[in-house]
């Protein structure tokens, strides 16, 4: 799957036409999650509104879920989706001038939960994402790194197969 900028405005269309709804609870602020894209229902659920650069980063994240589901992406691993989009969410940040040490200080900001296993996963996922946008290659060994530092993150407790249903 690719990222370019088209993809985005594929997703930008099917929030705007509905496709894909989006759902603001802000009442659910204190959860762990700011966004999430329900696959199933096609909605991108915010429990806040991405007004700085780390919170605008997951809904990008999000977005490569998205484009996933608009490209009914069949068979694949947990692990991968979430390798996609933690990339593209990097790839993002660093162009925001938004490091790894930037995470690194929201850990220990108050109410942030950015666990140490999130960094190992932010990690590696800067490191593919300063490859790729450098016009670098494909780089196996830290594809697998961030693989495995997904596979600790306790909201992905198995490497099942997920099937897109498209919008
Ligand atoms: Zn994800």
């Known amino acids: 799957m690719l990222a370019t900028g088209d993809r985005f405005q594929q997703v930008a269309h099917a ?5 894909v709804r ?22 991108l659920y915010l429990t806040g509104l991405g007004v700085d ?17 608009i490209y009914r992406v069949q068979k694949v691993h947990v692990y991968d989706d979430e390798a996609f989009c933690y990339v593209i969410q990097a790839a993002y940040l660093t162009l925001k001038n938004f490091g790894i040490g930037n995470i690194e200080t929201l850990r220990s ?9 999130a960094i190992d996963v932010f990690r590696s996922a ?6 790729y ?7 196996l060994q830290n594809e697998q790194n961030l693989r495995v530092a997904i596979s ?8 099942k197969i997920k099937h897109y249903d498209g919008l």
Do not use: F, M
């Open 126 to 131: 800067y490191n593919l994402a300063g490859h």
């Open 109 to 117: 900001a108050s109410g942030r939960s950015v666990t140490q296993n």
């Open 22 to 43: 989006t759902i603001y609870d802000p009442s659910a602020a204190s959860g762990e999650k700011t966004a999430q894209y329900l696959l199933d229902v096609n909605v």
């Open 152 to 159: 600790r993150l306790p909201e992905y407790p198995t490497n």
């Open 133 to 139: 946008l450098s016009g670098g290659a494909l780089l």
């Open 53 to 69: 650069t780390y919170s605008k980063s997951l809904i990008i994240h999000e977005a490569g879920h998205i484009i996933n589901d």
């Open 15 to 19: 929030i705007r036409t509905k496709k």
